[in-house]
T-cell receptor
Framework: GAVVSQHPSWVICKSGTSVKIECRSL??????MFWYRQFPKQSLMLMAT?????????EQGVEKDKFLINHASLTLSTLTVTSAHPEDSSFYIC???????????FGPGTRLTVL | AQSVTQPDIHITVSEGASLELRCNYS??????LFWYVQSPGQGLQLLLK??????LVQGIKGFEAEFKRSQSSFNLRKPSVHWSDAAEYFC?????????FGAGTRLTVKP
């Protein structure tokens, strides 16, 4: 079946540094990808919708200058957490919508820990 | 505003027993409803979805869910649980892809 990968699966960084997370659709093209954030024992919160070749659409309360999203190709979207702080520590999950089938597939997530 | 409530944070059932996971939603119109399962290290996998039509929906792995408009519920059921069903289960509501998720219910299966 369709697979979405995320890299890295986990990352630990120092406060003030930037971290890039990649989301790839491995065997299908995705015009639209989504980025979610999941706190422990809480639901997935939609952060932004990423459309290939255009600017991402951010949900209310999500700082676009802090969470930079780039969707440069039909198989890759990146989320960069800039100047990360401990409160940014979370589980980040992406999903990709297969162009041909309009089915959404989720990645396995990336655990970010900011020290 | 859209919202999803999963009242049970953690449920433990014995292998072979029946299972029901609860989901209540708040939505302005007739919603699209989904159930996903998340195993450790894995992405969310779609179990089933309801868009319209028959209110009893069959999904993969022997799961089913029933949409009850009067109760704003979309509970997930399985007649006989297997040890491999141990995972986190999420209910979601919304448009086709713009979804809002519940907090999840963790299922533990006892031998």
């Amino acid at each position: 079946g369709a697979v979405v990968s995320q890299h890295p699966s986990w990352v630990i960084c120092k406060s003030g540094t930037s971290v890039k997370i990649e989301c790839r659709s491995l065997d299908f093209q995705a015009t639209t990808m989504f980025w979610y954030r999941q706190f422990p024992k809480q639901s997935l919160m939609l952060m932004a919708t990423s459309n290939e070749g255009s600017k991402a659409t951010y949900e209310q309360g999500v700082e676009k200058d802090k969470f930079l999203i780039n969707h440069a190709s039909l198989t890759l979207s990146t989320l960069t957490v800039t100047s990360a702080h401990p409160e940014d520590s979370s589980f980040y999950i992406c999903s990709a919508v297969a162009e041909l089938t309009d089915t959404q597939y989720f990645g396995p997530g990336t655990r970010l820990t900011v020290l | 505003a859209q919202s999803v409530t999963q009242p049970d944070i953690h449920i433990t059932v014995s292998e072979g027993a029946s299972l029901e996971l609860r989901c209540n939603y708040s939505y302005g119109a007739t919603p699209y409803l989904f159930w996903y399962v998340q195993s450790p290290g894995q992405g969310l996998q779609l179990l089933l979805k309801y868009f319209s039509g028959d209110t009893l929906v069959q999904g993969i792995k022997g799961f089913e869910a029933e949409f009850k408009r009067s109760q704003s519920s979309f509970n997930l059921r399985k007649p006989s649980v297997h040890w491999s069903d141990a995972a986190e289960y999420f209910c979601a509501v919304g448009e086709t892809h713009d979804m809002r998720f519940g907090a999840g219910t963790r299922l533990t299966v006892k031998p």
